[in-house]
């Protein structure tokens, strides 16, 4: 019984994956990063995902507050945050974010406030969309972790 | 600033200095290294680097660094100082010149390969950097110092291989004047 559920729960984990390296969500350095994770160190993923949301969204909660200032006018700082989110996004495989990024950061290199403003939503839509699956990757995880008779360190 | 490993260091793995302002990347670079056999420590700037290192001018901090440093890995763009500064200022001082340094960055600019190279980078790495990536740096590193060693260990057993040689030289002498002898008789 309890073999039968960790088998659903791995298909369901698989699935999940292949869709998003299908939608181009994930790229091949998601890849890497699960390769780095073993019983020395079986919550990297786990890790690193949440280092980065944490990052990322006072990144985005600082961009919203430039740009939402009527006298705003540093678009270099919108370079600097942009090159930040750029990196990380690449380094944990966050394709579809990372390439919103880069979209965003030519708007603000043309000081282009309503270029920014529209590469903002748009980057903030692919990132709550990356979390959600994330999130929902991580349950699956847990659960087929318990359904396999392990305790999850969370 | 995570302090790396403080116990006496090992021979055999590598101490490498990690050098990145992005906490991700930290993280990162960080477990490669580590999956890698290799005792890390991680710093967020080239400022950082130089106290790790002692090179800052302040002497008090030297007592940091109770490893060894076998091997400098620096992000290129950090705000204050860059990759490349830190590099220079690597190269500059007498104590730490000869350990290589390795500059990451996630842009593919041909002339800052070249700055970095031209100012004695070992090598220069696309960002995201992978493990196939690390793997192939600690070999080179490894290899470098296997090097050394063969060179200091040819030049001590050179007296042996010339008195060696000349033993060999004078057998074949006295096998020859043998043979002569014999013939003559």
């Given at each position: 019984?309890?073999?039968?559920?960790?088998?659903?729960?791995?298909?369901?984990?698989?699935?999940?994956?292949?869709?998003?390296?299908?939608?181009?969500?994930?790229?091949?350095?998601?890849?890497?990063?699960?390769?780095?994770?073993?019983?020395?160190?079986?919550?990297?993923?786990?890790?690193?995902?949440?280092?980065?949301?944490?990052?990322?969204?006072k990144?985005?909660?600082?961009?919203?507050?430039?740009?939402?200032?009527?006298?705003?006018?540093?678009?270099?700082?919108i370079?600097?945050?942009?090159?930040?989110?750029?990196?990380?996004?690449?380094?944990?495989?966050?394709?579809?974010?990372?390439?919103?990024?880069?979209?965003?950061?030519?708007?603000?290199?043309?000081?282009?406030?309503?270029?920014?403003?529209?590469?903002l939503?748009?980057?903030?839509?692919?990132?709550?969309?990356?979390?959600?699956?994330?999130?929902?990757?991580?349950?699956?995880?847990?659960?087929?972790?318990?359904?396999?008779?392990?305790?999850?360190?969370? | 600033?995570?302090?790396?490993?403080?116990?006496?260091?090992?021979t055999?793995?590598?101490?490498?200095?990690?050098?990145?302002?992005?906490?991700?990347?930290?993280?990162?670079?960080?477990?490669?290294?580590?999956?890698?056999?290799?005792?890390?420590?991680?710093?967020?700037?080239?400022?950082?680097?130089?106290?790790?290192?002692?090179?800052?001018?302040?002497k008090?901090?030297?007592?940091?660094?109770?490893?060894?440093?076998?091997?400098?890995?620096?992000d290129?763009?950090?705000?204050?100082?860059?990759?490349?500064e830190?590099?220079?200022?690597?190269?500059?001082?007498?104590?730490?010149?000869?350990?290589?340094?390795?500059?990451?960055?996630?842009?593919?600019?041909?002339?800052?390969?070249?700055?970095?190279?031209?100012?004695?980078?070992?090598?220069?790495?696309?960002?995201?950097?992978?493990?196939?990536?690390?793997?192939?740096?600690?070999?080179?590193?490894?290899?470098?110092?296997?090097?050394?060693?063969?060179?200091?260990?040819?030049?001590?057993?050179?007296?042996?291989?010339?008195?060696?040689?000349?033993?060999?030289?004078?057998?074949?002498?006295?096998?020859?004047?043998?043979?002569?002898?014999?013939?003559?008789?």
């Open positions: 019984m309890l073999g039968l559920g960790v088998d659903r729960l791995q298909a369901d984990i698989n699935r999940l994956l292949t869709s998003l390296f299908h939608q181009g969500v994930l790229d091949e350095q998601f890849l890497q990063l699960q390769q780095l994770q073993d019983e020395t160190s079986p919550t990297f993923v786990y890790d690193v995902i949440n280092i980065y949301f944490d990052e990322s969204e990144l985005l909660r600082s961009l919203r507050l430039l740009l939402m200032d009527r006298e705003f006018s540093d678009y270099k700082k370079g600097l945050h942009l090159n930040q989110l750029v990196g990380s996004s690449s380094s944990i495989g966050a394709r579809r974010v990372r390439n919103v990024c880069v979209a965003f950061r030519s708007a603000s290199e043309l000081n282009n406030r309503p270029g920014c403003l529209r590469g939503e748009v980057v903030e839509h692919e990132y709550h969309y990356l979390k959600n699956m994330m999130h929902e990757l991580f349950q699956l995880e847990q659960q087929r972790l318990l359904a396999a008779g392990v305790r999850y360190p969370m | 600033m995570a302090l790396g490993d403080l116990s006496s260091s090992s055999s793995e590598l101490h490498v200095l990690a050098v990145d302002d992005s906490i991700v990347d930290r993280k990162v670079i960080e477990r490669l290294l580590r999956i890698s056999a290799c005792k890390v420590t991680t710093v967020e700037s080239g400022t950082r680097a130089l106290q790790y290192l002692g090179l800052d001018g302040d008090g901090s030297s007592g940091l660094k109770d490893l060894k440093v076998n091997l400098i890995v620096t290129y763009s950090m705000p204050g100082l860059t990759g490349y830190l590099l220079k200022k690597i190269k500059e001082s007498s104590a730490f010149r000869e350990i290589p340094v390795v500059i990451m960055s996630s842009e593919n600019i041909q002339p800052r390969i070249e700055q970095c190279m031209t100012e004695g980078a070992e090598d220069f790495l696309l960002k995201p950097v992978k493990l196939a990536d690390v793997k192939r740096l600690k070999e080179l590193i490894m290899r470098g110092g296997e090097a050394e060693q063969e060179k200091t260990s040819n030049l001590i057993s050179s007296p042996k291989r010339i008195l060696q040689n000349n033993i060999f030289f004078f057998f074949i002498i006295f096998f020859i004047i043998t043979i002569i002898v014999i013939f003559i008789v």
